[in-house]
């Protein structure tokens, strides 16, 4: 196995391992580059899930730490829903969790189902830890006009008000539902402000031009304010049409970009590189996508990481952030040290006051290697000191200052990022 699958191996065998146990672990460019990660809306580079209507999947996906999610509330009517079990009245039409058009073979979860997993202890409690971000995206196959007094039509603005009306009573003060699909200003006059305050997804060339720039609550543009961009040919090309005016009102405006469906890891990386060179959002960039979120945070850390560092990434690095898990089974800890990145030789040097201890590649993760540099334990059980480090990229030195932190664990053993990765999350 050669250099690249091998540390492409190991970063999925490391995002396996933190899906499975419940850990948030990421993968990081440091300074004003692009961060990765499958944690808590920490990162630069994440994910929303996307059309996971099988509910039987959301369990997972606590332990994966997701807090944006996609689903596909798809109207059909009454003679349809008269064939799904989970529907209590099919008199006029009902809301089926699925993307293309439902056949009456099968059952399918509801948008009950959906406010009943949401309102569960478990999910309220995970949902208290951090806030969610719930994107409904409705589907109308009828060619009525979604405004006119077509029964149909008629049906879908009844069912699509009960169903706010049902959010609404339940009180879910950490979960933000965002309008998509038929559901955006857009789609026609009669549901400009229907649903306020809920914010709508904008995407370019299909939503009017001004929506990216004004909040105008007239005629809607105000309720746009999710920069939802899809994947197109060059997969980057409605990106590129975003960077054009700067992301528009999006840029500042504390919401993500999203970016959806791309459809292979070169689509990905391409993605990422076009991101990494225009104005970055504070709050993030995901990707909306069907795979499961650590085969995303997989392809992405490819992009993000260190072969890359010589092209988009190279001006960006200015600061490399390192988090170290340690058990403190060595000696007195440093207060102050140098870590050395060193992209050619994939290794890792700690030179801490008194020794040097090298690492190379695979990096030690978890109980791969046995950590022979401990930090002191505080009273919290966290310690940190501040160094110097140099990333060595295949152009250039940046230079960086570095932040590392450490908490004793009982494993014994610690963990290093991969050289020129700003952070990653402690594994415990």
Known sequence: MGTRQGAAALRLLVLLVCGLLGLSCSLVVGGQGVELTGGDDQADISFQIHSFNDLGLLPQLRWKRATWFK???????????????????????????????????????????????LNSTRWRTYAAQRQLHVALCFKFDSGSDICSDAQDASDWRYTVDQLFDRIAALDLPNVTFVLDGVAVPASGPCLINRWSPWNATYIVGQNPAQGALDNNRTNGDETYQINNMPASHPVAAKLQAMQAIDYGKFLGNGQPFLFWEPSDEPDIAETITTYANGSLSTTGFRFAINIDPLQIAHYASYAAGPSRLSTAFDARVNSIEADVASAGTCGACPVSGTILLNN??????????????????????????????????????????????????????????????ARLAPARKCAYQAPGLRKQVPYW
């Open 71 to 117: 689903f596909d509330p798809h109207y059909m009517t009454s003679d349809f829903c008269t064939s799904q079990s989970a529907i209590a009245d099919p008199s006029r039409g009902c809301l089926v969790l699925n993307h293309d058009r439902p056949v009456a073979l099968r059952q399918y979860n509801t948008t009950d189902q959906l406010l009943a997993l």
């Open 344 to 405: 050619g030789t994939h290794g890792v040097e700690v030179h801490p006051a008194n020794s040097t201890v090298q690492v190379d590649a695979p990096f030690a993760f978890g109980g791969d290697q046995d950590c022979h540099v401990a930090l002191a334990e505080s009273s919290n059980g966290h310690v940190a000191f501040t160094a110097s480090c140099q990333a060595l990229s295949a152009g250039a030195n940046a230079v960086a200052s570095v932040h590392a932190l």
